[in-house]
Nanobody, 124 residues
Framework: QVHFVESGGGLVQPGGSLRLSCAAS????????IGWFRQAPGKEREVVSCIGHIGSITNYAESVKGRFTISKDNAKNTVYLQMNSLKPEDTAVYYC?????????????????WGQGTQVTVSP
């Protein structure tokens, strides 16, 4: 089973940027679709963005379209999430996971297990 380690989170002011990384181990990502998810305090985990195994197919939650960009570097076995124009409502713990595409739900996790995630806090 593939395992992920998320990193790159931190405290940033509104309007700022962060780049999250999702490093995989246990298997190569060449044949894996990957999704970024987030969970804010008191809320359910939600999908943010998904990318196909080649990297040519991407989708985004409406709340982050035009601000976030997902990318995949199979040579480094890593997926990235570039987050620009951050808003306080983006504050959450961000996770990555192996996924399958799921139509209007964008994508859903293949496994019911999660890594530690990385905390993103957007505050003045």
């Amino acid at each position: 089973q593939v395992h992920f380690v998320e990193s790159g989170g931190g405290l940033v002011q509104p309007g700022g940027s962060l780049r999250l990384s999702c490093a995989a181990s246990g298997e190569f990502l060449d044949y894996r679709n990957i999704g970024w998810f987030r969970q804010a305090p008191g809320k359910e985990r939600e999908v943010v963005s998904c990318i196909g195994h080649i990297g040519s197919i991407t989708n985004y939650a409406e709340s982050v379209k035009g601000r976030f960009t997902i990318s995949k570097d199979n040579a480094k076995n890593t997926v990235y999430l570039q987050m620009n124009s951050l808003k306080p409502e983006d504050t959450a713990v961000y996770y990555c996971a192996a996924v399958v595409f799921a139509g209007q739900r964008l994508c859903v996790p293949v496994y019911d297990s999660w890594g530690q995630g990385t905390q993103v806090t957007v505050s003045p």
